[in-house]
């Protein structure tokens, strides 16, 4: 009996081991490729490829999808517009195979060939096989080693890392992302992506015959048009432009990052094209960067030499020195006729001239010309000497001061947008009569107008002021008995009031201009950093008045827009707690957002509680305090204060400590006010830090001041072990804060 067991154990082993032998990463003719079987790459075993069918849908794919991600994600498909009919369960018989002329064709169940990618020229000296490598990529290639095809030179809609997308001449591949039409079909939809390889090289994505986004040229280190990318960890970024190849790829520095920059056309939430990371500890993919983002996104929104900024308001304005084609049209914001020179340059006396636009998001290129060897000086000769030069700029930021390159435009300048403080500069020429800002005046109506129209307005800011000044003083002289209020010395700072909110209480926060900010930082230098937040970089300071601050920048990826920003001011603003970080002031800087906080002179718990000989430093009384502390801070955020408060992250490394040692709960940027009966409330975007996270939040985005107190407990389950709770969650099993604890803390510690 037992000896029969055994063989029949023996038997299951053999199946078992047959079964994973046949994980293999190639085909070769007479060997093809099942409906019912896989292919996994080789090496790390990334990539699986095999026969799919998209949910709602009734055909089958040959498609690519990432091994370890546990939720599939097609990133690429052979024979998107070509499908063996019906689903993949009933076509086990189909098949994926290579020729004996390297030709790779999908054939359904009765062989009948439905999809073919015959291989290149040259290519097809027998022996052929088709492998799929580690990177994802499906290379056919004969006995001598040519490739024949590969699946790289055909990208679907998602450029992963390693995949090009652009030209290369060698080849003839012409490497575009194309939307899938829906998400239950493949085949390829009116959202295109394209390289477009004339003038200085831009990625266009077009929808239909209509162009929605530019990428802007490579600047060196970026797209112009994506100012931030130069800011993203962990990636590689690379853009060919030889005379063999124009590609744009990445790469990710570590193979356990998995991002992916895909094309869809349903994606109404973020933009057309978005790139996702996938987040381990949450399972689930995350969406990094999208495009178009905003308004100023949209190609030539303010017609010819119009100038978008979304932070101004209209958002579209003429270059300087010119005005208008269309006054009427321009007053009811139809842009499209854009702008015209208010005075004829002058080419032939010499007398043009030149004035520089920061921050720009330079024009069109398509019929721009480039040379990468000139600089800047060289660049300016030139395009002063040729007549139908309007504008240049830099074209390669990455090379030497003085040989970065020359873009010259004629013509028109189109779809040029402005960024509040990434950007490249712009030159445009101007007749000497529009260089001189205080031109002669006698133009025409429009310009008297213009000018009646900003007096009035002056004289209104001035009366304000007037009025605001006064206000402040008489509420200063109320308030002080003698003494000076603490900004009076802050020089170039407004106030920020609550005029117009609901509450109507006047409130005297601080406004900082960026220099005083930069000053205070020592222009946010290195030295002074302090660390790293969710949202951005803090850095050290210390105001005029010898008052050191912590100054924190809202990176560019924050979605907040500037009233958000405001009313989250204001919300920190009227929080007063002992346990609470004090808000001194903030800077809204165009798009740059700045938080000026009291100094914490012990930095945060994590820093603390999780070094070997720091935390000897926090014996039991104090960690009693800290945790105390942390507990009336969270009863004033959800009980005490004026407004119902859900923190929504909080975690060790956003409780501060002071000299004392007094915790303060900080970092309320994914804070959110509970309206009066609400007890819980539903998100679609889940924020905060997994681990910390309360499980109906982390998967149903529901959250509410339990939500809170399960970080809090997390918090305390921290402090009393000192050990980090690393943010992974089993979805399967344990979902409540005990087992939760127990099989991600406890059991790190008593294993
Ligand atoms: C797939 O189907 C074929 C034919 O129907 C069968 O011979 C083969 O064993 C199946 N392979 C797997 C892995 O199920
Ligand atoms: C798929 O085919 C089945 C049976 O032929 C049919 O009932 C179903 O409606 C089809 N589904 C789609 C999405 O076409
Ligand atoms: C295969 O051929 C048979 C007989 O001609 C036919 O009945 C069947 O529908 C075909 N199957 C497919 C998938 O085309
Ligand atoms: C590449 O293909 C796109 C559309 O498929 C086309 O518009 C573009 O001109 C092609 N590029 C080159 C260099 O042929
Ligand atoms: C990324 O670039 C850096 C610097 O050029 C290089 O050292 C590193 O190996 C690159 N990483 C990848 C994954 O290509
Ligand atoms: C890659 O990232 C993982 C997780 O963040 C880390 O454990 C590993 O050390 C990293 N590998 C390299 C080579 O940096
Ligand atoms: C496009 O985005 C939508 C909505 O986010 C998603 O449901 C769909 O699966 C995506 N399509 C593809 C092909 O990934
Ligand atoms: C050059 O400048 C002079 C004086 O400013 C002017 O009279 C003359 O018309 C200009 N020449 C041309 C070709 O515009
Ligand atoms: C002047 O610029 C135009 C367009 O930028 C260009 O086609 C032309 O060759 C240039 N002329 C000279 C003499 O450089
Ligand atoms: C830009 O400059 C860098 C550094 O000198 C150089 O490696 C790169 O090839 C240049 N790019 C172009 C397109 O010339």
Same mark, same amino acid.
Request: some cysteine.
């Given at each position: 009996?037992?000896?029969?067991?055994?063989?029949?154990?023996?038997?299951?082993?053999?199946?078992?081991? @047959?079964? /994973?032998?046949?994980?293999?990463?190639?085909?070769?003719?007479?060997?093809? &490729?099942?409906?019912?079987?896989?292919?996994?790459?080789?090496?790390?075993?990334?990539?699986?490829?095999?026969?799919?069918?998209?949910?709602?849908?009734?055909?089958?794919?040959?498609?690519?999808?990432?091994?370890?991600?546990?939720?599939?994600?097609?990133?690429?498909?052979?024979?998107?517009?070509?499908?063996?009919?019906?689903?993949?369960?009933?076509?086990?018989?189909?098949?994926?195979?290579?020729?004996?002329?390297?030709?790779?064709?999908?054939?359904?169940?009765?062989?009948? =060939?439905?999809?073919?990618?015959?291989?290149?020229?040259?290519?097809?000296?027998?022996?052929? !096989?088709?492998?799929?490598?580690?990177?994802?990529?499906?290379?056919?290639?004969?006995? @001598?080693?040519?490739?024949?095809?590969?699946?790289?030179?055909?990208?679907?809609?998602?450029?992963?890392?390693?995949?090009?997308?652009?030209?290369?001449?060698?080849?003839?591949?012409?490497?575009?992302?194309? /939307?899938?039409?829906?998400?239950?079909?493949?085949?390829?939809?009116?959202?295109?992506?394209?390289?477009?390889?004339?003038?200085?090289?831009?990625?266009?994505?077009?929808?239909?015959?209509?162009?929605?986004?530019?990428?802007?040229?490579?600047?060196?280190?970026?797209?112009?048009?994506?100012?931030?990318?130069?800011?993203?960890?962990?990636?590689?970024?690379?853009?060919?432009?030889?005379?063999?190849? *124009?590609?744009?790829?990445?790469?990710?520095?570590?193979?356990?990052?998995?991002?992916?920059?895909?094309?869809?056309?349903?994606? /109404?939430?973020?933009?057309?094209?978005?790139?996702?990371?996938?987040?381990?500890?949450?399972?689930?993919?995350?969406? %990094?960067?999208?495009?178009?983002?905003?308004?100023?996104?949209? =190609?030539?929104?303010?017609?010819?030499?119009?100038?978008?900024?979304?932070?101004?308001?209209?958002?579209?304005?003429?270059?300087?020195?010119?005005?208008?084609?269309?006054?009427?049209?321009?007053?009811?914001?139809?842009?499209?006729?854009?702008?015209?020179?208010? $005075?004829?340059?002058?080419? /032939?006396?010499?007398?043009?001239?030149?004035?520089?636009?920061?921050?720009?998001?330079?024009?069109?290129? !398509?019929?721009? *010309?480039?040379?990468?060897?000139?600089?800047?000086?060289?660049?300016?000769?030139?395009?002063?000497?040729?007549?139908?030069?309007?504008?240049?700029?830099?074209?390669?930021?990455?090379?030497?001061?003085?040989?970065?390159?020359? *873009?010259?435009?004629?013509?028109?300048?189109?779809?040029?947008?402005?960024?509040?403080?990434?950007?490249?500069?712009?030159?445009?020429?101007?007749?000497?009569?529009?260089?001189?800002?205080?031109?002669?005046?006698?133009?025409?109506?429009? *310009?008297?107008?213009?000018?009646? =129209?900003?007096?009035?307005?002056?004289?209104?800011?001035?009366?304000?002021?007037?009025?605001?000044?006064?206000?402040?003083?008489?509420?200063?002289?109320?308030?002080?008995?003698?003494?000076?209020?603490?900004?009076?010395?802050?020089?170039?700072?407004?106030?920020?009031?609550?005029?117009?909110?609901?509450?109507?209480?006047?409130?005297?926060?601080?406004?900082?201009?960026?220099?005083?900010?930069?000053?205070?930082?020592?222009?946010?230098? $290195?030295?002074?950093?302090?660390?790293?937040?969710?949202?951005?970089?803090?850095?050290?300071?210390?105001?005029?008045?010898?008052?050191?601050?912590?100054?924190?920048?809202? @990176?560019?990826?924050?979605?907040?827009?500037?009233?958000?920003?405001?009313?989250?001011?204001?919300?920190?603003?009227? &929080?007063?707690?002992?346990?609470?970080?004090?808000?001194?002031?903030?800077?809204?800087?165009?798009?740059?957002?700045?938080?000026?906080?009291?100094?914490?002179?012990?930095?945060?718990?994590?820093?603390?509680?999780?070094?070997?000989?720091?935390?000897?430093?926090?014996?039991?009384?104090?960690?009693?305090?800290?945790?105390?502390?942390?507990?009336?801070?969270?009863?004033?955020?959800?009980?005490?204060?004026?407004?119902?408060?859900?923190?929504?992250?909080?975690?060790?490394?956003?409780?501060?400590?002071?000299?004392?040692?007094?915790?303060?709960?900080?970092?309320?940027?994914?804070?959110?006010?509970?309206?009066?009966?609400?007890?819980?409330?539903?998100? &679609?975007?889940?924020?905060?830090?997994?681990?910390?996270?309360?499980?109906?939040?982390?998967?149903?985005?529901?959250?509410?001041?339990?939500?809170?107190?399960?970080?809090?407990?997390?918090?305390?389950?921290?402090?009393?072990?000192?050990?980090?709770?690393?943010?992974?969650?089993? %979805?399967?099993?344990?979902?409540?804060?005990?087992?939760?604890?127990?099989?991600?803390?406890?059991?790190?510690?008593?294993?």
């Amino acid at each position: 009996m037992a000896s029969h067991q055994l063989r029949l154990f023996q038997l299951l082993l053999l199946l078992l081991l @047959s079964s /994973a032998s046949q994980a293999r990463d190639i085909i070769s003719p007479g060997q093809p &490729l099942r409906g019912n079987d896989t292919l996994v790459s080789a090496g790390a075993g990334s990539y699986v490829l095999g026969f799919f069918t998209p949910p709602g849908s009734n055909n089958t794919y040959v498609g690519l999808w990432y091994a370890k991600v546990p939720v599939r994600t097609v990133v690429w498909v052979a024979n998107r517009a070509d499908p063996v009919p019906g689903p993949v369960e009933r076509n086990a018989r189909a098949t994926l195979s290579v020729s004996a002329d390297c030709t790779l064709s999908v054939a359904d169940a009765n062989s009948t =060939v439905v999809w073919s990618a015959p291989p290149a020229p040259g290519a097809g000296a027998g022996k052929c !096989t088709a492998r799929l490598l580690d990177s994802g990529n499906l290379v056919v290639s004969d006995a @001598s080693g040519h490739v024949a095809w590969q699946g790289f030179d055909h990208p679907t809609d998602t450029l992963i890392p390693g995949m090009r997308v652009g030209m290369d001449f060698g080849t003839g591949a012409n490497m575009t992302l194309t /939307a899938w039409t829906s998400p239950s079909d493949p085949s390829p939809g009116p959202v295109v992506a394209v390289m477009d390889t004339t003038g200085d090289p831009e990625v266009f994505i077009w929808n239909g015959a209509e162009k929605v986004w530019r990428s802007g040229p490579w600047d060196g280190l970026q797209f112009t048009g994506v100012p931030d990318t130069a800011t993203y960890m962990g990636f590689n970024f690379s853009f060919i432009n030889s005379p063999k190849e *124009v590609s744009y790829s990445f790469q990710v520095a570590n193979s356990s990052i998995v991002s992916r920059l895909a094309l869809n056309s349903t994606g /109404a939430a973020g933009g057309l094209l978005q790139r996702w990371t996938w987040v381990w500890a949450a399972g689930a993919w995350n969406m %990094y960067w999208y495009a178009p983002k905003d308004q100023c996104d949209a =190609v030539n929104q303010c017609g010819p030499n119009g100038v978008c900024d979304p932070n101004s308001l209209p958002v579209c304005e003429c270059l300087r020195g010119f005005a208008p084609r269309s006054p009427e049209a321009w007053a009811l914001r139809d842009n499209r006729a854009g702008c015209a020179r208010a $005075t004829p340059l002058d080419c /032939a006396n010499g007398t043009d001239g030149f004035v520089l636009m920061a921050h720009a998001k330079v024009p069109d290129t !398509t019929a721009a *010309v480039v040379d990468y060897r000139a600089g800047l000086a060289e660049c300016a000769q030139r395009c002063q000497r040729n007549c139908s030069c309007t504008a240049y700029a830099n074209a390669n930021l990455s090379g030497a001061p003085g040989h970065r390159g020359c *873009v010259m435009w004629s013509g028109a300048l189109e779809d040029l947008r402005v960024f509040p403080n990434f950007g490249q500069d712009l030159y445009v020429r101007l007749a000497a009569a529009d260089l001189d800002a205080t031109s002669k005046s006698d133009k025409k109506a429009h *310009v008297i107008i213009a000018v009646a =129209v900003s007096i009035c307005a002056l004289a209104a800011i001035i009366a304000l002021a007037g009025f605001f000044w006064w206000r402040r003083k008489r509420a200063r002289a109320r308030q002080s008995v003698g003494a000076p209020s603490k900004w009076s010395g802050v020089l170039h700072s407004r106030t920020l009031t609550s005029e117009g909110t609901s509450h109507g209480a006047d409130l005297d926060l601080p406004i900082y201009d960026l220099e005083t900010i930069a000053e205070a930082t020592q222009g946010f230098s $290195t030295d002074n950093k302090l660390g790293e937040g969710g949202y951005g970089p803090v850095y050290k300071g210390k105001l005029e008045d010898g008052q050191e601050i912590a100054v924190k920048t809202l @990176s560019q990826a924050s979605t907040q827009g500037p009233d958000e920003f405001k009313n989250e001011v204001m919300l920190i603003a009227k &929080l007063q707690h002992r346990n609470l970080v004090r808000l001194i002031g903030c800077c809204i800087c165009g798009q740059e957002k700045i938080l000026i906080y009291e100094y914490m002179a012990n930095k945060s718990l994590d820093f603390f509680l999780f070094d070997k000989s720091k935390s000897m430093l926090l014996d039991w009384q104090t960690r009693y305090r800290i945790i105390e502390g942390i507990a009336r801070g969270l009863l004033y955020l959800h009980q005490d204060s004026r407004y119902r408060i859900v923190h929504r992250d909080l975690k060790t490394s956003n409780i501060l400590l002071d000299k004392d040692m007094t915790p303060k709960i900080s970092d309320f940027g994914m804070a959110r006010i509970f309206g009066g009966d609400d007890s819980e409330i539903n998100t &679609l975007r889940v924020v905060g830090t997994y681990g910390y996270m309360a499980p109906e939040y982390a998967m149903d985005g529901v959250f509410s001041v339990k939500s809170d107190v399960f970080s809090f407990g997390v918090i305390v389950l921290e402090i009393i072990t000192g050990i980090r709770n690393r943010g992974v969650y089993s %979805y399967s099993s344990h979902l409540n804060l005990l087992a939760h604890t127990c099989s991600s803390s406890m059991s790190r510690h008593y294993l």
